[in-house]
Structures are given as structure tokens and as C-alpha cells.
């Protein structure tokens, strides 16, 4: 599998390419901002995008699902207690003012343990409720893409509607933390020391979990 993290400036976001390198597809996680820098780096890469998959219903995650599907045709998936979040008026209005358009709804519904087949490339869901209802983690090939769920060094934010520091923490240790130390961890912001970890690093020293 083929990893590209696209550092979106404007809320520090990171966007990520997952490509398959037999088939030449990929996935688009957490599009947002700026639809054509994400097109441009997945076309230089020389990937067509299949799936386009949020982690969680944000608008700060969703704002270029629209243009990014237009473009590419792709399936849109998303946990099923964010789905109605990620189409609905609210976000809509965020999205534009974010620079983004608001999100067409979601064609593939997620659960926990589902396997999204991006070409060859098996694409496992664990849902990691505690930021959002519906947040997830996306896991493949020792990579671990989380969202606003872990950080490096910190946590999501829990204070906003269906959010809980509890099921968070619950989420985090009794799911993401049972992978191999290796794992690497892929966060949906840039707001640590680095721009990725790992389990292992998390498990040691990161103070909120």
C-alpha cells in the first residue's frame, strides 16, 4: 500500500492517499479545503480515486467530499451514526464557510469490522466512538489512520454534541492500543511533535490516554 499524507494548512489538516499499487486505485480519507491540491497530488501519484472515506462527520473533515467525488466518481463511506451528519444542513453551512461545498450524502454505510476493498488493498473499519458517535479508524498493512480520535501526544476533543472523553479513552485503549507497538499512527490533525507515531510511542507517552 502506497501512503501519501496532503497537509492541509488551513486547520492544520492532514488528508491522506491510500493507494493500490497492482490496480492503481485509491482512497481518499478526510478530504477538506482545498479539492484540488488533494486531485493533483493523487493524479501526480498516478492513482484514480475509488472510495472517498471520512473518519467522522466534521465539517473540517467532509468540505471537499463534493468536488472530490464529482471529479472521480467515487463511493462515499462513513460510520452509520455520522451519516446523517455529514450531508446534513449544518455541515452545509460550515463547509462554505470553510471554502468547501456541503457533503452529497453517503453511498457505502460503515460498521465495525468491515472491510473496504480499495483494488487488492483490504481496508479494515474499527469504530472509535468518543469524539463523534460514528469516528473511526481506518487500518492496513501496519498503518493506522485516526482521525480526531488519537493524536500525537493528545486526543480528540470531546466537548462538542456526541462527544465523551469516557468512550474515547475507552476507545482508544481497549481498541487502538491492542495493535502491534509498531503500528504506525496516521492523525487527522498536525498538532504534535511529529507528523505521525506509532502505537507503541502512544502507549508510552502520550499523557491523555
Known amino acids: ?60 473533515h467532509v468540505s471537499a467530499n463534493a468536488d472530490i467525488i464529482k471529479a472521480s466518481g467515487a463511493t462515499l463511506c462513513i460510520h452509520g451514526a455520522d451519516a446523517s451528519q455529514v450531508s446534513g444542513f449544518f455541515n452545509r453551512s460550515i463547509s462554505r464557510v470553510l471554502g468547501g461545498k456541503g457533503s452529497p450524502a453517503a453511498k457505502c454505510i460503515l460498521s465495525d469490522g468491515d472491510i473496504v476493498p480499495v483494488g487488492k488493498t483490504d481496508l479494515r473499519i474499527i469504530h472509535t466512538p468518543g469524539h463523534t458517535p460514528g469516528s473511526i479508524c481506518i487500518y492496513a498493512d501496519g498503518h493506522l489512520f485516526t482521525g480526531d480520535t488519537l493524536f500525537v501526544g493528545a486526543v480528540g476533543r470531546t ?25 504506525i499512527v496516521w492523525p487527522g490533525h498536525d ?18 490516554t
Open 1 to 60: 500500500m502506497d501512503v501519501k499524507q496532503i497537509y492541509l494548512p488551513r486547520m492544520a489538516n492532514f488528508c491522506y492517499m491510500l493507494g493500490d499499487l497492482e490496480t492503481g486505485t485509491c482512497a481518499v480519507i478526510d478530504p477538506a479545503f482545498d479539492a484540488k491540491k488533494i486531485t493533483g497530488e493523487v493524479d501526480a501519484a498516478g492513482y484514480r480515486i475509488t472510495h472517498v472515506i471520512n473518519t467522522h462527520g466534521h465539517a473540517d
Open 159 to 183: 466537548d462538542l454534541p456526541g462527544g465523551s472523553f469516557k468512550t474515547l479513552i475507552s476507545s482508544i485503549r481497549e481498541k487502538l492500543y491492542r495493535l502491534p507497538d509498531e503500528t
Open 191 to 208: 498538532y504534535g511533535d511529529s507528523p505521525s507515531s506509532t502505537i507503541g510511542r502512544e502507549k508510552a507517552e502520550n499523557p491523555f
